[in-house]
Protein backbone atom coordinates (compact mmCIF):
# COMPACT_ATOMS: atom_id res chain seq x y z
CA UNK A 1 0.00 0.00 0.00
CA UNK A 2 1.01 3.68 -0.18
CA UNK A 3 2.10 5.67 2.35
CA UNK A 4 -0.55 8.00 3.50
CA UNK A 5 1.77 10.86 3.24
CA UNK A 6 2.58 10.45 -0.58
CA UNK A 7 -1.52 9.89 -1.11
CA UNK A 8 -1.47 13.44 0.69
CA UNK A 9 1.75 15.01 -1.12
CA UNK A 10 0.35 13.94 -4.52
CA UNK A 11 -3.01 15.47 -3.56
CA UNK A 12 -1.38 18.65 -2.62
CA UNK A 13 1.33 19.32 -5.58
CA UNK A 14 -2.39 18.05 -7.73
CA UNK A 15 -4.23 21.43 -6.49
CA UNK A 16 -1.14 23.35 -6.59
CA UNK A 17 -0.36 22.33 -10.05
CA UNK A 18 -3.61 23.46 -11.12
CA UNK A 19 -3.18 26.69 -9.39
CA UNK A 20 -0.32 27.75 -11.00
CA UNK A 21 -1.59 26.71 -14.31
CA UNK A 22 -3.86 29.44 -14.29
CA UNK A 23 -1.86 31.42 -12.75
CA UNK A 24 0.56 31.52 -15.40
CA UNK A 25 -2.16 31.22 -18.56
CA UNK A 26 -4.78 33.04 -17.13
CA UNK A 27 -6.26 33.77 -21.07
CA UNK A 28 -4.95 31.12 -23.03
CA UNK A 29 -5.71 27.71 -24.15
CA UNK A 30 -4.53 25.42 -21.84
CA UNK A 31 -3.41 23.15 -24.94
CA UNK A 32 -2.71 25.65 -27.94
CA UNK A 33 -1.70 28.37 -25.89
CA UNK A 34 -3.47 30.77 -28.23
CA UNK A 35 -5.10 33.46 -26.45
CA UNK A 36 -8.65 32.67 -25.54
CA UNK A 37 -11.94 35.16 -26.43
CA UNK A 38 -14.30 32.97 -24.54
CA UNK A 39 -14.50 31.43 -21.26
CA UNK A 40 -13.24 28.11 -20.62
CA UNK A 41 -10.34 26.59 -20.49
CA UNK A 42 -9.75 25.50 -24.39
CA UNK A 43 -9.89 27.23 -27.52
CA UNK A 44 -12.40 27.01 -29.81
CA UNK A 45 -10.81 25.24 -32.25
CA UNK A 46 -9.10 22.53 -29.72
CA UNK A 47 -12.40 21.56 -28.08
CA UNK A 48 -14.34 21.02 -31.17
CA UNK A 49 -11.83 19.15 -31.83
CA UNK A 50 -11.98 17.07 -28.56
CA UNK A 51 -15.13 16.43 -28.78
CA UNK A 52 -15.36 15.49 -32.65
CA UNK A 53 -16.68 12.23 -32.05
CA UNK A 54 -18.97 11.99 -35.06
CA UNK A 55 -18.11 7.84 -36.04
CA UNK A 56 -20.59 5.73 -34.07
CA UNK A 57 -19.18 3.62 -31.26
CA UNK A 58 -19.69 -0.03 -29.62
CA UNK A 59 -21.79 0.25 -26.40
CA UNK A 60 -19.60 -2.33 -25.06
CA UNK A 61 -16.25 -2.03 -26.14
CA UNK A 62 -16.11 1.55 -27.25
CA UNK A 63 -14.05 0.72 -30.67
CA UNK A 64 -15.21 2.85 -33.99
CA UNK A 65 -17.85 0.65 -35.66
CA UNK A 66 -19.32 0.79 -39.12
CA UNK A 67 -23.03 0.78 -39.83
CA UNK A 68 -25.33 -2.18 -38.64
CA UNK A 69 -21.65 -3.67 -36.99
CA UNK A 70 -23.43 -3.65 -33.67
CA UNK A 71 -25.85 -7.01 -33.35
CA UNK A 72 -26.47 -8.03 -30.14
CA UNK A 73 -24.78 -5.50 -28.52
CA UNK A 74 -21.23 -7.13 -29.31
CA UNK A 75 -19.02 -5.71 -32.65
CA UNK A 76 -16.65 -7.27 -34.33
CA UNK A 77 -13.90 -6.15 -32.30
CA UNK A 78 -15.51 -8.02 -28.80
CA UNK A 79 -17.90 -10.73 -30.10
CA UNK A 80 -15.18 -13.00 -28.78
CA UNK A 81 -14.54 -11.38 -25.49
CA UNK A 82 -15.10 -11.93 -21.83
CA UNK A 83 -14.42 -8.40 -20.44
CA UNK A 84 -14.88 -7.57 -16.91
CA UNK A 85 -16.92 -4.70 -17.27
CA UNK A 86 -20.66 -4.31 -18.84
CA UNK A 87 -20.31 -1.22 -21.24
CA UNK A 88 -17.54 1.48 -22.40
CA UNK A 89 -18.16 4.73 -23.30
CA UNK A 90 -15.48 7.39 -25.15
CA UNK A 91 -15.06 10.44 -25.26
CA UNK A 92 -13.04 9.93 -28.83
CA UNK A 93 -10.65 7.97 -30.95
CA UNK A 94 -7.43 8.09 -29.74
CA UNK A 95 -6.64 9.45 -32.80
CA UNK A 96 -5.52 13.58 -34.22
CA UNK A 97 -5.87 16.15 -31.30
CA UNK A 98 -6.98 13.70 -28.75
CA UNK A 99 -4.63 11.62 -29.18
CA UNK A 100 -1.17 14.50 -28.63
CA UNK A 101 -2.97 15.26 -25.77
CA UNK A 102 -3.74 11.93 -23.95
CA UNK A 103 0.22 11.36 -24.65
CA UNK A 104 1.08 14.64 -22.98
CA UNK A 105 -1.03 13.76 -19.72
CA UNK A 106 1.30 10.93 -19.74
CA UNK A 107 3.56 13.79 -18.25
CA UNK A 108 4.04 15.26 -15.13
CA UNK A 109 3.55 18.47 -16.91
CA UNK A 110 -0.36 17.49 -17.85
CA UNK A 111 -1.14 17.37 -14.42
CA UNK A 112 -3.87 20.17 -14.54
CA UNK A 113 -4.93 19.17 -18.06
CA UNK A 114 -6.03 16.44 -16.99
CA UNK A 115 -8.71 17.52 -14.96
CA UNK A 116 -10.18 20.06 -17.21
CA UNK A 117 -10.41 17.07 -19.41
CA UNK A 118 -12.65 15.17 -17.30
CA UNK A 119 -14.38 18.80 -16.94
CA UNK A 120 -14.91 19.03 -20.30
CA UNK A 121 -16.07 15.78 -20.40
CA UNK A 122 -18.76 15.56 -18.21
CA UNK A 123 -19.98 19.22 -19.40
CA UNK A 124 -19.99 17.68 -23.18
CA UNK A 125 -21.86 14.57 -22.36
CA UNK A 126 -23.97 15.20 -19.27
CA UNK A 127 -27.19 13.71 -20.54
CA UNK A 128 -25.21 10.37 -21.14
CA UNK A 129 -23.31 10.30 -18.30
CA UNK A 130 -26.62 11.14 -16.25
CA UNK A 131 -28.65 8.15 -17.86
CA UNK A 132 -25.16 5.67 -16.32
CA UNK A 133 -27.01 5.87 -13.30
CA UNK A 134 -23.61 5.68 -11.69
CA UNK A 135 -23.14 5.96 -8.12
CA UNK A 136 -19.42 6.44 -8.26
CA UNK A 137 -16.44 7.59 -10.26
CA UNK A 138 -13.45 5.26 -9.84
CA UNK A 139 -10.34 5.68 -11.41
CA UNK A 140 -7.89 3.06 -12.97
CA UNK A 141 -5.18 3.00 -9.86
CA UNK A 142 -1.10 3.48 -10.95
CA UNK A 143 0.81 1.19 -8.94
CA UNK A 144 2.55 3.50 -5.87
CA UNK A 145 6.08 3.52 -7.41
CA UNK A 146 5.01 4.22 -10.78
CA UNK A 147 2.72 6.76 -9.54
CA UNK A 148 5.70 8.45 -7.60
CA UNK A 149 7.82 7.96 -10.80
CA UNK A 150 5.26 9.71 -12.86
CA UNK A 151 4.56 12.41 -10.26
CA UNK A 152 0.79 11.58 -10.40
CA UNK A 153 -1.81 9.43 -11.97
CA UNK A 154 -4.17 10.50 -15.13
CA UNK A 155 -6.61 8.49 -14.71
CA UNK A 156 -7.15 9.86 -11.56
CA UNK A 157 -6.88 13.46 -12.39
CA UNK A 158 -9.63 13.15 -15.13
CA UNK A 159 -12.17 11.08 -12.99
CA UNK A 160 -11.69 13.74 -10.20
CA UNK A 161 -12.77 16.64 -13.24
CA UNK A 162 -15.70 14.24 -14.40
CA UNK A 163 -16.82 13.51 -11.01
CA UNK A 164 -16.62 17.06 -9.82
CA UNK A 165 -18.99 18.26 -12.66
CA UNK A 166 -21.23 15.69 -12.72
CA UNK A 167 -21.51 15.83 -8.59
CA UNK A 168 -20.72 12.64 -8.11
CA UNK A 169 -18.18 11.03 -5.55
CA UNK A 170 -14.61 9.72 -6.55
CA UNK A 171 -13.70 7.07 -4.46
CA UNK A 172 -10.12 6.58 -5.70
CA UNK A 173 -9.66 4.35 -2.48
CA UNK A 174 -12.10 1.61 -3.76
CA UNK A 175 -9.68 0.18 -5.86
CA UNK A 176 -5.73 -0.38 -6.03
CA UNK A 177 -2.73 -2.19 -7.58
CA UNK A 178 -1.76 -5.28 -5.69
CA UNK A 179 1.67 -5.47 -7.86
CA UNK A 180 3.26 -3.72 -10.38
CA UNK A 181 3.15 -4.80 -13.69
CA UNK A 182 5.59 -3.84 -16.81
CA UNK A 183 3.72 -1.39 -19.03
CA UNK A 184 0.98 -2.71 -21.13
CA UNK A 185 2.25 -1.14 -24.54
CA UNK A 186 5.79 -3.31 -23.90
CA UNK A 187 3.65 -6.36 -24.15
CA UNK A 188 2.18 -8.43 -27.18
CA UNK A 189 -1.77 -8.14 -27.35
CA UNK A 190 -1.73 -11.48 -26.52
CA UNK A 191 0.23 -10.79 -23.70
CA UNK A 192 -1.59 -8.23 -22.13
CA UNK A 193 -4.64 -10.16 -20.22
CA UNK A 194 -1.77 -12.14 -18.55
CA UNK A 195 0.45 -9.27 -17.82
CA UNK A 196 -2.85 -7.69 -15.46
CA UNK A 197 -4.16 -10.76 -14.32
CA UNK A 198 -4.71 -10.09 -10.58
CA UNK A 199 -2.77 -7.30 -10.08
CA UNK A 200 -6.02 -5.37 -8.93
CA UNK A 201 -8.45 -5.81 -5.62
CA UNK A 202 -11.16 -3.55 -4.86
CA UNK A 203 -10.92 -2.35 -1.03
CA UNK A 204 -14.25 -2.35 0.52
CA UNK A 205 -18.00 -4.50 -0.25
CA UNK A 206 -19.56 -2.73 -3.51
CA UNK A 207 -22.86 -4.18 -3.06
CA UNK A 208 -24.75 -3.50 -5.83
CA UNK A 209 -23.58 -0.46 -7.04
CA UNK A 210 -22.83 1.30 -11.01
CA UNK A 211 -19.51 2.20 -10.59
CA UNK A 212 -17.93 4.50 -13.54
CA UNK A 213 -14.35 3.35 -13.98
CA UNK A 214 -12.13 5.79 -15.35
CA UNK A 215 -8.83 5.28 -17.65
CA UNK A 216 -7.29 7.37 -20.43
CA UNK A 217 -7.18 4.97 -22.86
CA UNK A 218 -8.14 1.66 -23.99
CA UNK A 219 -6.62 -0.84 -26.44
CA UNK A 220 -7.01 -4.32 -26.25
CA UNK A 221 -9.56 -3.76 -22.50
CA UNK A 222 -7.49 -6.08 -20.70
CA UNK A 223 -6.82 -3.45 -17.97
CA UNK A 224 -10.00 -2.26 -17.54
CA UNK A 225 -11.82 -5.94 -17.72
CA UNK A 226 -8.68 -7.00 -15.17
CA UNK A 227 -9.83 -4.17 -13.37
CA UNK A 228 -13.69 -4.26 -13.35
CA UNK A 229 -13.49 -8.14 -12.50
CA UNK A 230 -11.81 -7.20 -8.97
CA UNK A 231 -14.85 -4.18 -8.23
CA UNK A 232 -17.08 -7.06 -9.50
CA UNK A 233 -16.18 -9.51 -7.28
CA UNK A 234 -16.37 -6.96 -4.45
CA UNK A 235 -20.12 -6.97 -5.29
CA UNK A 236 -20.11 -4.15 -7.42
CA UNK A 237 -23.31 -4.29 -9.57
CA UNK A 238 -22.29 -3.04 -13.00
CA UNK A 239 -19.41 -1.81 -14.42
CA UNK A 240 -19.32 1.13 -17.02
CA UNK A 241 -15.80 2.27 -18.18
CA UNK A 242 -15.04 5.57 -18.91
CA UNK A 243 -12.27 6.12 -21.24
CA UNK A 244 -10.81 9.70 -22.91
CA UNK A 245 -9.30 7.79 -26.15
CA UNK A 246 -10.59 4.52 -27.61
CA UNK A 247 -7.54 2.55 -29.76
CA UNK A 248 -7.68 0.19 -31.69
CA UNK A 249 -6.12 -3.00 -31.05
CA UNK A 250 -8.83 -5.38 -30.12
ZN1 LIG B 1 -6.30 25.63 -28.30
ZN1 LIG C 1 -17.39 -3.80 -29.32
Known sequence: MPPSWLHHCAETSRQLGRGLLHLLYPACCHFCGRSLTANGPFCDACRG???D???????????TVGPFAVIDGRCTHCREEAFGFDAA????PYDGLLREAVLRLKNHSGEGMAELFGELW??????????LGVDAVVPVPLHWRRRWQRGYNQSEAVAHGLAARLRLPCRPSWLRRTRATPMQTSQTFAGRRENVRGAFAASRPLAGRTVLLVDDVMTTGATASEAAHALRTAGTGRVVVAVLARAHGA
Open 49 to 51: AFV
Open 53 to 63: DSSPACPRCAA
Open 89 to 92: VRLG
Open 122 to 131: ADHAEPAFRA
